[in-house]
Structure formats: structure tokens, C-alpha cells
């Protein structure tokens, strides 16, 4: 296991390299530039800024430059918002990014797990058809879409939940419900169908032979087995759930990472852009690898492999 990970953790270095030079280059590629906004200046001032953030320089001399600071996680000035580095400004906008991903996560796992799990006690009944049939709607609705209407419902309807906020805890029921719908959806699937199997099998035939309580084979015997697709789909999932808070962070105006690469993409923030693609990157890799570690703990013939 210890060697796995290694690998895994050593692997991490040329993919990153990979998306580092992609986005330097694609964002560059793109129409405007980083001042296009500004009022008009005399073309003295825009050499003065260009100078004093290295875009006078050739491409491949910036590009050298970047990777240089980036080994040093030193991600350069913000070019629209110059009172921090982007390296602050990350720091100062992730923690909100995680926070909402773990409540997304939460919602996802509670009922996603609940839902596969009763579906799979009583297949093909009313217990299994109805929550089956909410988790199909959860996958084909979008969080831009449900959000919305969660917003309509709760908040302009019955006015019980703000629409906007990160302040108190009420702020944070909406999004965190937006963003964990679709994962409890596909959550809810893949629990059943790997129960289902799991419960079949000639050890829990023989766990209930023995005269096991139900609820005890179920969790203890069943639960382990029938959870592993879950797990594998969790790396993915956690990655989606922070990639996702772009849109959800923006519908809400949660003042997380997600949203702060959305105004930088509009403002041609060179910096930030790559700076939150690279963090989000690093984050996605690393649940990844979380996920399969747990997997392999999950099943002995991972680890033999």
C-alpha cells in the first residue's frame, strides 16, 4: 500500500505539469486580455503595466517564469485584484469551496445511502420504486436548474430560506442541497445495485441460516460489500462536487473558489485563472486518491493486485 501511494503521489507531478502548460497557453489563446476593460490609457502607461506584470516578455520566457514561481507555490499578482497575490486570495476563498463540498457531501451520502439502502430491502415494491424514481429525476436535473427552483420554492414562495449568503447557517441549507441532489441520486443507484448483489451472495444465505438479525447482516455482513461501487464513484464524486460549486456559488452568491474563477475568467485574470485551475486540479487527484485507497482497503484482491 505504501508503495501505491507513492506511485500514485509521483504520478500527480506530470499531470499537473500537463494542465499547468494547457491552461497557460489556452488563456492566452482566447480573445481580450487582462486590461482590454481599463479606461483608456496612453500607451506609456500600458508598457508600465505590461512591464510590471512580465507580459512584455515572450511567451515562452513567461511561461518559464510561471513554472519557476509555481515550484515555489508562489502563483504571481492578481492582475484585477491587486491588493493580494492569487495565492491569497485562494486561501482566503477555499475554505468556503471545502465547506460547501463537505455539506454537498453530507447531503449525498445521508440520503443517497439511506434511499439505496431501503430500496434494496424490499426490490421491485413501493420502497424501491419510489425513491428509484426521485433519484432518476435528481440525475436528469441539473444544479443550475434546481437551484433555481429550489430558490423559487423556499425562498420567494414560502419565505423560509435566504437566496443568497454565507454568513449564518440558514444561508447554507439551499446550496448544500443543490449541490449533494445529483450525487445522492447516483449514490442511492449504485448502493442498490451493489446490495442487491451482495445480499444474494451464498455468505449472506448462510449469515441468516445462523439466525443473525437482519439489520445485523445487513450492516455488518452486506454493507461492506455492497458500498464498494459507492466508494470507487466517490473519487468522481467529491471532484464533482468541488468543480460543481461554480455553478452553485454563482447562483447563490456563496463567495467561494468557485466563483472567484468565474469573475476571473471574465476579467481575463491570467493569474487566477491558472492559479484555482491548478488548486482544483491538485484537489481532484488527490480525493481520487483518496478513493482508491479506501477501495483497496475495502477489498483484499485490490491489495494482492
Not at 89 to 100: Q, T
Not at 143 to 169: M, Q, Y
Not at 256 to 277: C, H, K, P, Q, W
Request: charged share 20%; aromatic share 10%; net charge positive.
Amino acid at each position: 500500500m505504501p508503495l501505491f501511494i507513492l506511485k500514485r503521489l509521483l504520478g500527480f507531478i506530470p499531470v499537473l505539469w500537463v494542465i499547468v502548460t494547457m491552461t497557460f497557453f489556452l488563456v492566452r489563446l482566447a480573445p481580450g486580455g487582462p486590461f482590454d476593460q481599463e479606461r483608456r490609457v496612453s500607451p506609456e502607461a500600458m508598457r508600465r503595466l505590461e512591464e510590471a506584470y512580465n507580459l512584455d516578455a515572450p511567451l515562452w520566457r513567461q511561461y518559464v517564469d510561471y513554472l519557476a514561481g509555481v515550484v515555489r507555490a508562489d502563483f504571481g499578482p492578481s492582475f484585477r485584484k491587486p491588493s493580494r497575490t492569487v495565492r491569497e486570495w485562494i486561501l482566503l476563498r477555499i475554505p468556503v469551496s471545502l465547506e460547501l463540498g463537505l455539506y454537498g457531501l453530507v447531503v449525498a451520502l445521508t440520503v443517497g445511502l439511506s434511499a439505496g439502502l431501503l430500496a434494496s430491502l424490499k426490490p421491485n415494491s413501493l420502497l424501491d420504486q419510489a425513491p428509484m424514481s426521485l433519484a432518476m429525476v435528481g440525475i436528469c436535473v441539473p444544479n443550475f436548474v434546481l437551484g433555481p427552483l429550489l430558490v423559487l420554492i423556499f425562498a420567494l414562495w414560502l419565505d423560509k430560506l435566504p437566496v443568497a449568503g454565507w454568513e449564518v447557517p440558514k444561508d447554507k441549507i439551499l446550496p448544500s442541497l443543490t449541490l449533494g441532489a445529483m450525487y445522492a441520486a447516483y449514490i442511492a443507484r449504485l448502493t442498490r445495485g451493489g446490495m442487491l448483489e451482495v445480499l444474494s451472495q451464498d455468505f449472506i444465505r448462510t449469515a441468516r441460516a445462523k439466525g443473525l438479525g437482519e439489520v445485523r447482516v445487513v450492516l455488518k455482513h452486506g454493507l461492506r460489500g455492497g458500498i464498494q461501487p459507492v466508494v470507487a464513484y466517490l473519487g468522481p464524486a467529491t471532484a464533482g462536487l468541488l468543480t460543481g460549486s461554480f455553478v452553485v456559488e454563482t447562483i447563490f452568491q456563496v463567495p467561494g473558489l468557485g466563483r472567484e474563477f468565474v469573475e476571473s475568467a471574465f476579467n481575463r485574470d491570467y493569474t487566477m485563472i491558472i492559479g484555482t485551475v491548478l488548486v482544483y486540479a491538485t484537489l481532484v487527484l488527490f480525493f481520487n486518491l483518496v478513493a482508491d485507497v479506501v477501495h483497496a482497503w475495502l477489498d483484499p484482491r485490490i491489495r494482492t493486485e
